[in-house]
């Protein structure tokens, strides 16, 4: 079957850097998506990888390791509104997204 | 302003109705898509649309249906037969399905709540 893992909560500081791992095992890849989502609101998208290496983009970067079928995204410089829930979603080989029940990110003060 | 709409953002039915959720597009997207959203679980594909007149099953369609009459339109009819339809539903789109880098955007959700 199709599996997308990240971790069900995390607590970071205000400040700080945060990295939110992701695995997955899926029939295919065609591409792997980050996105935010605060209580009650739809997901935004943060970014996209398709080929192997870090992507930077402002305070958010995001990783993929195909071979190890991993992912991280990378969060510098935490604010509060960072506080949200970030979702994985890997597009198998029928170019459907196969989402992660998402990581809780709570940010202290 | 582009963007995707859905309505109502609450949604209260008791128990045996159909209620449709709409959900509005002026993006010129092509595909059009509905999630449902649960408690410690990914989002779930119910239906998609990759073009007018035309949509598929995802992987929990029973106890729903749809519709894609026009681009920008793709309502979602919750049937009586659809067993726990308390839920988030999230309606998406995307210009070119079929691609890798296809992004999906999303509207602001509709909870529904069954008495």
């Known amino acids: 079957g199709q599996n997308i893992d990240q971790p069900t909560e995390m607590t970071a500081t205000e400040g700080a850097i945060v990295q939110i791992n992701c695995t997955y095992q899926?029939?295919?890849?065609?591409?792997l998506f980050w996105y935010q989502q605060h209580a009650g609101e739809a997901p935004t998208f943060l970014s996209y990888?398709?080929l192997d290496g870090l992507e930077e983009k402002g305070r958010f970067s995001s990783f993929l390791s195909r071979s190890k079928g991993y992912s991280y995204l990378l969060l510098k410089e935490l604010q509060m509104k960072d506080s949200a829930s970030y979702l994985c979603?890997?597009?198998?080989?029928?170019?459907?997204?196969?989402w992660g029940a998402g990581t809780k990110l709570i940010i202290k003060p | 302003d582009g963007g995707i709409t859905q309505s109502p953002k609450y949604l209260f039915r008791k128990e045996g109705q159909n209620v449709t959720l709409s959900c509005e597009q002026n993006?010129?997207?092509?595909?059009m898509y509905w999630y449902r959203q649960d408690p410690g679980q990914g989002l779930r594909l119910i239906y998609y649309s990759q073009i007018v007149n035309d949509f598929q099953k995802g992987d929990i369609a029973e106890g729903y249906s749809v519709s894609r009459e026009k681009k920008e339109s793709f309502p979602l009819t919750v049937t009586s037969a659809q067993k726990n339809p308390t839920a988030f539903y999230l309606c998406?789109?995307?210009?070119?399905?079929?691609?890798?880098?296809?992004?999906?955007?999303f509207g602001p959700g509709t909870r529904l709540t069954v008495l």
């Open positions: 990888n398709v």
């Open positions: 998406a789109s995307s210009r070119v399905p079929g691609q890798g880098s296809d992004t999906q955007y």
């Open positions: 979603a890997v597009m198998d080989s029928n170019y459907q997204l196969i």
């Open positions: 899926t029939s295919g890849f065609n591409g």
């Open positions: 993006l010129n997207h092509d595909a």
